[in-house]
């Protein structure tokens, strides 16, 4: 092959490897939708989970990170609490219990409603793959819904140097 023909190759390598490049910029803002699991697949939950998002993602260590649980129901519900419990690779490692009525407006109406639960987790967090079940019980400790989902937990160090 003579000099020109390697230095076509050399320059579509190049290009595709710009291209490639690109596209991952162009991509990486978006982030895959979290897949939420009921606890038990034929349960009828009168508290319908229609999606979570989890803002950042991944969960940045020592600053605030968001769970946004958007639900549906067909009743009224003036009070209760959520419960949740945190496992790191399988291994339970943290339970949660809060009112609902702090991480909802309530009373919650029939029909659309959104559970926003913010909290930061120590710098010290490892980072890795969390499961989080989530809870939601009446007044009454009747369950109104239990589903599951995945976040991790990214390896980037949050303690800064002032």
Known sequence: MSAAGHAMDGEARFRLCL??????????????ATRVAYC???GNYAV?????????DPVA??????FEISAKTG????????????SYFGIHVRTETHDLCEEASCPIT?????????QTLPAFTPPGSYTLKMRMEDEKNEQLTCISFNFK??????????
Do not use: Y
């Open 19 to 32: 291209a490639v490049f690109f596209l991952q910029l162009c991509f990486s803002g978006f982030s895959e």
């Open 40 to 42: 038990d697949k034929k």
């Open 48 to 56: 319908k989970v229609s999606g979570v998002e989890i803002s950042p």
């Open 61 to 66: 260590r020592g600053e605030p990170a968001t």
């Open 75 to 86: 009743q009224d519900i003036s009070g209760g609490k959520v419960v949740i419990d945190v």
């Open 110 to 118: 029939a029909g659309q409603f959104l559970l926003s639960h913010t």
């Open 153 to 162: 937990i990214g390896f980037g160090s949050e303690i800064s140097d002032s």
